[in-house]
């Protein structure tokens, strides 16, 4: 009898044992799905290619390197902010904070949004010319037009350089589209500095069509002044020079934005929701750190090579692997390396 109840009871404790084992089990599996709360992580594109460029980073290191599908969502940059703080998009690489300081502000005071990184701040905006203009180019037989030309101020002196072509007797200032809130600043700064009796200040239709007045001066050789920002492929691939203003001071740029363009940082953002959901992938964003010339760089290939922002990253990630491996684990790196062979 004593014999039976000791079988009895051996077969009741492996019962409870293998009950215990199976509830251990799937504890564990539960805990390892929750600690992976979303599948898909969603970026911005607000419509430029450096953003393009380093949603393509992002998204080749958070697939290979963390095992999240990625999307991306195409907007205004209202639009996309806006889908930012409701979690509609779950980071977004290019915040130029300046250029909507009051939404980025709002955003960030709000708590629905969480700036987690710089991406780069050497980002420079304002009116530029050929560098050729001013220290000629002997290579190309091209004499300097405008040798003492070091400030938006000296444009005053040299107007007949750059003559406007419709309107002879005055020169032409190529300036922003109107429907860009920086017009209006680059048409105060030109009466801010006494310049509008010498000369026109013109608004183009587009990116595009400041692009192409560019292009086709520096082609041939000729006097070009206008608006522009760095990082662009254009300032990459064209040796230009930004005409000096004196250094930023709210104050005074309040009264008739007689200084520099503000400082901009152009950081990484996230919807504050994103640390609890992918903590890993945040510690990721985080360390993510550029420039200008490294953007740059990119942005170049593309124009160049006629290349995909896709491409472009895996160009760049190759050229620049001592950089970007520093923002993984070696564990992470390894992964995205083996990937992008």
Same mark, same amino acid.
């Given at each position: 009898?004593?014999?039976?109840?000791?079988?009895?009871?051996?077969?009741?404790?492996?019962?409870?044992?293998?009950?215990?084992?199976?509830?251990?089990?799937?504890?564990?599996?539960?805990?390892?799905?929750?600690?992976?709360?979303?599948?898909?992580?969603?970026?911005?594109?607000?419509?430029?290619?450096?953003?393009?460029?380093?949603?393509?980073?992002? *998204?080749?290191?958070?697939?290979?390197?963390?095992?999240?599908?990625?999307?991306?969502?195409?907007?205004?940059?209202?639009?996309?902010?806006?889908?930012?703080? *409701?979690?509609?998009?779950?980071?977004?690489?290019?915040?130029?904070?300046?250029?909507?300081?009051?939404?980025?502000?709002?955003?960030?005071?709000?708590?629905?949004?969480?700036?987690?990184?710089?991406?780069?701040?050497?980002?420079?905006?304002?009116?530029?010319?050929?560098?050729?203009?001013?220290?000629?180019?002997?290579?190309?037989?091209?004499? @300097?037009?405008?040798?003492?030309?070091?400030? &938006?101020?000296?444009?005053?002196?040299?107007?007949?350089?750059?003559?406007?072509?419709?309107?002879?007797?005055?020169?032409?200032?190529?300036?922003?589209?109107?429907?860009?809130?920086?017009?209006?600043?680059?048409?105060?700064?030109?009466?801010?500095?006494?310049?509008?009796?010498?000369?026109?200040?013109?608004?183009?239709?587009?990116? @595009?069509?400041? &692009?192409?007045?560019?292009?086709?001066?520096?082609?041939?050789?000729?006097?070009?002044?206008?608006?522009?920002?760095?990082?662009?492929?254009?300032?990459?691939?064209?040796?230009?020079?930004?005409?000096?203003?004196?250094?930023?001071?709210?104050? *005074?740029?309040?009264?008739?934005?007689?200084?520099?363009?503000?400082?901009?940082?152009?950081? &990484?953002?996230?919807?504050?929701?994103?640390?609890?959901?992918?903590?890993?992938?945040?510690?990721?964003?985080?360390?993510?750190?550029?420039?200008?010339?490294?953007?740059?760089?990119?942005?170049?290939?593309?124009?160049?090579?006629?290349?995909?922002?896709?491409?472009? @990253?895996?160009?760049?990630?190759?050229?620049?692997?001592?950089?970007?491996?520093?923002?993984?684990?070696?564990? &992470?790196?390894?992964?995205?390396?083996?990937?992008?062979?």
């Amino acid at each position: 009898m004593k014999k039976v109840l000791f079988i009895i009871s051996s077969l009741v404790l492996m019962i409870l044992a293998a009950c215990g084992s199976e509830g251990a089990s799937s504890s564990g599996s539960s805990s390892e799905s929750k600690e992976k709360k979303i599948d898909k992580i969603v970026l911005a594109d607000a419509g430029w290619d450096s953003i393009r460029f380093h949603n393509s980073v992002a *998204q080749t290191i958070i697939e290979n390197g963390y095992g999240y599908e990625t999307d991306v969502t195409n907007g205004s940059t209202a639009a996309t902010i806006q889908g930012l703080r *409701q979690g509609d998009i779950n980071a977004y690489m290019e915040v130029w904070t300046d250029n909507i300081k009051e939404l980025y502000t709002e955003s960030i005071e709000s708590g629905d949004i969480e700036k987690v990184a710089v991406n780069f701040d050497d980002n420079k905006q304002g009116l530029w010319v050929p560098t050729y203009v001013i220290e000629g180019d002997e290579e190309r037989g091209i004499k @300097a037009a405008a040798p003492d030309l070091k400030t &938006v101020k000296d444009l005053e002196q040299y107007k007949d350089v750059f003559e406007d072509p419709e309107k002879p007797g005055k020169g032409r200032i190529i300036g922003a589209p109107s429907g860009w809130a920086l017009s209006e600043y680059l048409a105060t700064k030109v009466e801010t500095y006494g310049l509008q009796e010498e000369y026109n200040y013109f608004r183009p239709g587009s990116d @595009a069509a400041i &692009v192409t007045s560019l292009a086709s001066a520096y082609e041939a050789g000729e006097p070009w002044v206008g608006y522009y920002w760095s990082p662009t492929w254009v300032t990459a691939k064209y040796d230009m020079t930004l005409l000096k203003e004196p250094e930023f001071n709210e104050e *005074q740029w309040e009264k008739n934005r007689g200084t520099e363009f503000p400082p901009n940082d152009v950081v &990484v953002a996230v919807n504050s929701n994103l640390p609890d959901q992918a903590p890993k992938v945040v510690d990721f964003l985080s360390n993510y750190e550029t420039s200008s010339e490294l953007t740059g760089e990119a942005l170049k290939y593309m124009k160049d090579e006629e290349a995909s922002a896709d491409e472009a @990253a895996i160009w760049w990630m190759k050229k620049h692997e001592d950089l970007w491996t520093e923002w993984l684990s070696k564990e &992470v790196a390894t992964k995205v390396k083996d990937a992008i062979k």
